[in-house]
Antibody, heavy 121, light 110 residues
Framework: QVQLVQSGPEVKKPGSSVTVSCKAS????????INWVRRAPGQGLEWIGT????????YYAQRLQGRVTITADTSTSTVYMDLRSLRSEDTAVYYC??????????????WGQGTKVTVAS | QSVLTQPPSVSGGPGQRVTISCSGS????????VNWYQHLPGEAPKLLMY???LLPSGVSGRFSGSKSGTSASLAISGLQSEDEGDYYC???????????FGGGTKLTVL
């Protein structure tokens, strides 16, 4: 059974950067798209971006483009999300998620446990 | 403002049935199956429905889904207190090359 295990909580200052990791275990990694989704306090779910590790192909939400980079290390089955120029509005719980299949547009039915990122001065 | 439109809240008594709607456009709901997620406090989102009306393994048959044109809906029958939480519709948008989510609907069991 595939599991996604994320890195621990982060507290960052405005203007700084954060890196959140997501390690896959128990199944194949390269061919499955890994997505990042966040939920800010009082807000809904927001898609951040997607990577297909085997190709390194990435897609990003337009409103975060330029501040976010998603990378994959296939040797350790780990995906990283870097978010730069942090603002208070980036305070959220960040989740990685993937479909059960290798179809990028299939439903996200495997989720990481979430990583709380707090941006405060 | 979300690309997919959901009511902010719905409510119902124990044992009752509620429906949550999700409205989109040709490029998202009109072109792809709709997925529904349940997000309970302190937990990761959970897939409730995929391809608009298919139940993932382990999800209760009290949940059902449908889609027509550019709209979809999720129905929950036999409401239970543990159903309280936030529900989101989502679909892959080919024009954006990414996932779009509804704004979420808070379900309250009275």
């Amino acid at each position: 059974q595939v599991q996604l295990v994320q890195s621990g909580p982060e507290v960052k200052k405005p203007g700084s950067s954060v890196t959140v990791s997501c390690k896959a275990s128990g199944g194949s990694f390269n061919n499955h798209a890994i997505n990042w989704v966040r939920r800010a306090p009082g807000q809904g779910l927001e898609w951040i971006g997607t990577i297909i590790p085997i190709f390194g192909t990435t897609y990003y939400a337009q409103r975060l483009q330029g501040r976010v980079t998603i990378t994959a290390d296939t040797s350790t089955s780990t995906v990283y999300m870097d978010l730069r120029s942090l603002r208070s509005e980036d305070t959220a719980v960040y989740y990685c998620a993937r479909p059960k299949t290798t179809v990028t547009s299939d439903a996200l039915n495997i989720w990481g446990q979430g990583t709380k990122v707090t941006v405060a001065s | 403002q979300s690309v997919l439109t959901q009511p902010p809240s719905v409510s119902g008594g124990p044992g009752q049935r509620v429906t949550i709607s999700c409205s989109g456009s040709d490029s998202n709901i009109g072109d792809h199956g709709v997925n529904w997620y349940q997000h309970l406090p302190g937990e990761a989102p959970k897939l409730l429905m995929y391809y608009s009306y298919l139940l993932p393994s382990g999800v209760s048959g009290r949940f059902s889904g449908s889609k027509s044109g550019t709209s979809a809906s999720l129905a929950i029958s036999g409401l239970q207190s543990e159903d309280e939480g936030d529900y989101y519709c989502s679909v892959w948008d080919g024009s954006l090359n990414g996932w779009v989510f509804g704004g979420g609907t808070k379900l309250t069991v009275l």
